[in-house]
């Protein structure tokens, strides 16, 4: 079956551009989670939905990061004014559930942003 | 000092060898340990995931968690080319939240 989508696959933006990533999750799939994730690291958490929800956004790093799943399906993070720092691969990933009691997340293949 | 260690290789064995990967952390709260795969360019894919302290097979693949020195391990059995990724690991506790190592490299050479 299909496995989480991400479009573009990747951007190259002018600084001070915004920029819309799009996460297509698994079909039923309740949780949906973004992670950022710079080159040579590992991922690091920016936002987590269960359905439309947003229960936790602890991790974006600014204003300028702005998440919304507005029917619990797909999924757009969006960056206002992008800065250099912000390049790095942004990663989507879905679970069937959400809590500890089931870490299986699915990840899509990222969108890599370049800021110039 | 970050909470999760993982050192970033790369890591070079020959076909067939025996490959250990390990990654220790701080925060004894972690109860979920998962190993995660990533091919260049792709997302990635969870290999396997361990609940407490204890070892899990899968295949090729052995899991150990040793939480009393908070360090734990993948060994892969049988190295292929096709085993060559960033291997992560990842600890989640009582949230959903995993927090990943920044990965090693293996290279499988033939």
């Known amino acids: 079956g299909a496995g989480v ?24 799939h309740v949780s949906l989670f973004w992670y950022q994730q710079a080159l040579g690291q590992g991922p690091e958490f920016l936002t987590y939905f269960q359905n439309e929800a947003q229960l936790d956004k602890s991790g974006l790093p600014s204003d300028r990061f702005f998440a919304e799943r507005p029917e619990g399906s797909v999924s757009t993070l969006k960056i206002q004014r992008t800065q250099q720092e912000d390049s790095a ?18 990840f899509g293949p990222g969108t890599r942003l370049l800021v110039l | ?40 360019r792709k997302g990635p894919e969870l290999l396997m995931y361990t609940y407490s302290s204890g070892n899990k097979e899968d295949g090729r693949f ?7 020195s908070k360090y734990i391990s993948l060994f892969i059995r049988d190295s292929q080319p096709s085993d060559s990724a960033t291997y992560l690991c990842a ?10 190592g920044r990965g090693t490299s293996l290279i499988v050479h033939p």
């Open chain 1, 5 to 28: 989508s991400q479009s573009p696959r990747y951007k190259v933006a002018k600084r001070g551009q915004d920029v819309a990533l799009r996460c297509d999750p698994i079909s039923g």
């Open chain 1, 89 to 106: 691969v942004y990663l989507c990933a879905s679970s069937f559930i959400g809590g500890a009691s089931n870490p299986t997340q699915y």
């Open chain 2, 1 to 40: 000092q970050k909470e999760v260690e993982q050192d970033p290789g790369p890591l070079s064995v020959p076909e067939g060898a025996i490959v250990s990967l390990n990654c220790t952390y701080s925060n004894s709260a972690f109860q979920y340990f998962m190993w995660y795969r990533q091919y260049s």
């Open chain 2, 62 to 68: 052995t899991a150990q968690v040793d939480k009393s």
């Open chain 2, 91 to 100: 600890l989640s506790g009582g949230s959903y939240i995993p927090t990943f």
